[in-house]
């Protein structure tokens, strides 16, 4: 019996007359990285050695690439399988990885959401309908100004605030002093508002701050995957199950990996009940398609995972959140920043607006 494998699927820039030898190499550079024909070991060559699977020409010089990799490289650790997926082949320019069939084990393995979808509803009291978020900007402010800001959406009635992702734990609010003063905000508008403070630093320094997010009172926590390190990311997800992890999608932006595989599909493997993206017509330029795209992989059935929840952002103006819902549906949770903060001593009325949207 053959060795269990996934499949990953690579869009490769080449020509008809050298992909199948390029399709090689990579299925040798992402599984035991040496010349072939050196290897004596038989179980090696029948079992981790990477096999090419197949080769569709996708037209305009571009070929998809499935490589079948032996899931046992992976030791069913996050760090080790983005190394295993596309560790030593992301140095190549012209090849993309694009998706990623796994096995059940590996789904076993890591988990995906603890709470997804259904939970975050759950959380907000929102039934069907769609989630509102907003984000506390900007870095700069003391923990007493970031708290008041929030007190002026809490009044508004939004379902979850978070962290700006640039705010950590600097000087001028510290983490420790920050969280508390705005849970404490938040909880004497008398609104059920969740906030979602971010994490950052290394393993030991996120800990400590989560302790500090129990200790406040919360539910859940924001964080950069891509900046903490995937398996950072994993290992606080399996650590701590009953709390919300929100995906932010620093750092992911290379374009070497396909948005909806990397945001909507490994960010939810992991342990992301909620992925941050950029949606269309905002700061960041994503298409419609890859919009669509995203939000159907952190959505779709796959394995045994619950749903992650698609946060569309970067950009988005209260106008804008009837299209958002047109095209998204009510699985969605819409973040609305800086236009929020723009209104001023008018934030908590704009906040309504913004709730009441999502009502109708």
């Not at 603890?114 to 003391?142: D, I, V």
């Not at 959406?153 to 700006?164: H, P, T």
């Not at 009837?322 to 800086?338: A, N, R, S, W």
Request: net charge negative; proline share 5%; charged share 15%.
């Amino acid at each position: 019996m053959s060795a269990a494998r996934l499949t990953a699927i690579y869009h490769v820039t080449d020509t008809p007359q050298t992909i199948a030898a390029r399709a090689k190499a990579i299925a040798v550079e992402q599984s035991v990285e040496m010349p072939v024909a050196a290897i004596t070991a038989q179980h090696v060559l029948d079992d981790i050695v990477g096999e090419v699977q197949g080769i569709t020409d996708l037209g305009g010089g571009r070929f998809e690439v499935r490589i079948g990799l032996a899931v046992a490289t992976t030791g069913l650790e996050a760090g080790q399988l983005m190394n295993m997926l596309f560790g030593n082949t992301s140095l190549h320019p012209d090849v993309v990885l694009h998706d990623v069939e796994f096995t059940d084990e590996m789904f076993a393995a890591f988990g995906g959401p603890r709470h997804g979808l259904a939970g975050l509803r759950a959380m907000a009291g929102a039934g069907t309908r769609a989630l509102t978020c907003s984000a506390l900007k900007p870095q700069g402010l003391s923990s007493q100004g970031l708290a008041a800001i929030a007190a002026q959406m809490a009044e508004g009635g939004l379902d979850f605030i978070k962290d700006d992702h640039g705010i950590a734990d600097q000087a001028y609010s510290p983490f420790a002093e920050r969280v508390p003063a705005i849970a404490e905000a938040i909880a004497q508008t008398g609104s059920r508002t969740h906030y979602f403070p971010s994490l950052s630093g290394h393993i030991e320094q996120m800990r400590r701050q989560i302790a500090v997010v129990r200790d406040a009172g919360l539910r859940g926590v924001l964080i950069a995957p891509m900046i903490a390190g995937v398996s950072t990311f994993h290992q606080l997800v399996r650590d701590n199950p009953d709390l919300v992890f929100m995906g932010h999608p620093a750092l992911s932006g290379s374009g070497q990996i396909a948005q909806p595989l990397l945001l909507g599909k490994l960010f939810r493997l992991f342990g992301a009940d909620a992925t941050i993206f950029a949606n269309h017509g905002g700061r960041f330029g994503n298409p419609p398609s890859v919009s669509r795209a995203l939000a159907e992989a952190a959505l779709q059935p796959w394995g045994a995972l619950k749903p992650a929840v698609p946060v569309p952002a970067g950009g988005m103006t209260l106008a804008r959140a009837p299209e958002m819902l047109q095209f998204y549906g009510k699985d969605v949770m819409l973040l609305i920043g800086g236009d929020l903060l723009s209104a001023g001593d008018r934030m908590a009325q704009e906040a309504a607006k913004f709730q009441q949207t999502v009502m109708n």
